[in-house]
């Protein structure tokens, strides 16, 4: 086995959505994606006061990909034209499948509205092959309780596995596409070696605190991607400080990414296809 070397560090940068702190390393300035792994927004960490707006993701279509989110504080209600309706607290990850096409909302629920409460969400998109694009729309909320624990190097890793394969145990979400997704949350001192990423793109993403990747010279601080050479089928990870790890591999997909605004498709004229039919209510109906 070969230990993958980190090829870049890409820093978060700030873009708030209106009252909400946002910050996205993916796209950043020096990277577009890292296939199939195409965009990440990673919103708060920040404390709404009572009586306040909420988050501002109201009815909205998507085509064409996957979105994965990560709920680190607070709680967040899922509701969609398929039928799907959900309240998810912290710890919690939904995901959900937009294939050919869905209109979902991502609010906060109504209690938290009223008295506020601390806020820190990761928003990951996945793209789908062309095969899949018009996939029947789907979504899956999971609690914290619902996520399998795994407990590594004498306790100070714990590895929630989402999605995937991880020693015998298997994630909650089947994958279109076998995509592993796990979060790692690591105690000061605490290491997590996983191998078997031959041919697989590795999402790695430092949240919070402070970890060391590989033999790399640069400690990884909160708030960055690390983009890794494609050559070895290993990652190493040693938490210099307590730790949260977003940390998922997958296939490459190698197609063109043709992506406008909450569509991603392969051409400019599936693109074009996709707003018409949403403007034609072919999405479904409407999500009031």
Request: hydrophobic share 40%; proline share 8%; glycine share 12%.
């Amino acid at each position: 086995m070969t230990d993958r070397s980190v090829h870049r560090l890409h820093p978060a940068m700030r873009e708030d959505i209106g009252d909400l702190i946002t910050q996205r390393p993916l796209p950043g300035p020096h990277i577009e994606q890292l296939d199939p792994f195409l965009f990440l927004n990673h919103h708060g960490p920040q404390t709404y006061p009572p009586h306040n707006r909420g988050l501002p993701f109201g009815p909205h279509p998507h085509r064409g990909f996957e979105t994965v989110t990560f709920i680190l504080e607070g709680e967040l209600a899922h509701r969609d034209n398929a039928g799907h309706e959900s309240i998810i607290g912290a710890g919690g990850v939904q995901w959900m499948t937009a294939g050919r096409g869905i209109v979902h909302a991502e609010v906060s629920p109504r209690a938290f509205l009223e008295r506020g409460g601390p806020v820190e969400i990761l928003q990951l998109w996945l793209n789908l092959p062309s095969r899949l694009k018009m996939s029947e729309p789907a979504y899956t909320g999971l609690q914290r309780a619902d996520i399998p624990e795994l407990s590594l190097d004498g306790g100070k890793v714990a590895l929630d596995l989402i999605a995937g394969e991880y020693e015998g145990k298997s994630g909650p979400v089947r994958s279109l596409t076998g995509v592993f997704m796990s979060t790692l949350r690591m105690r000061a001192g605490g290491t997590f070696r996983i191998d078997g990423l031959e041919d697989r793109s590795v999402f790695l993403y430092v949240a919070r605190g402070v970890v060391q990747v590989g033999n790399h010279a640069d400690l990884v601080s909160p708030m960055h991607l690390v983009e890794l050479d494609e050559t070895g089928d290993a990652v190493a990870i040693r938490a210099e400080r307590d730790a949260l790890v977003v940390l998922g591999h997958a296939a490459p997909i190698r197609e063109p990414v043709v992506a406008h605004g909450p569509f991603v498709m392969t051409t400019r004229e599936e693109i074009t296809q996709a707003i018409l039919d949403y403007q034609a209510g072919r999405f479904g109906a409407p999500l009031g």
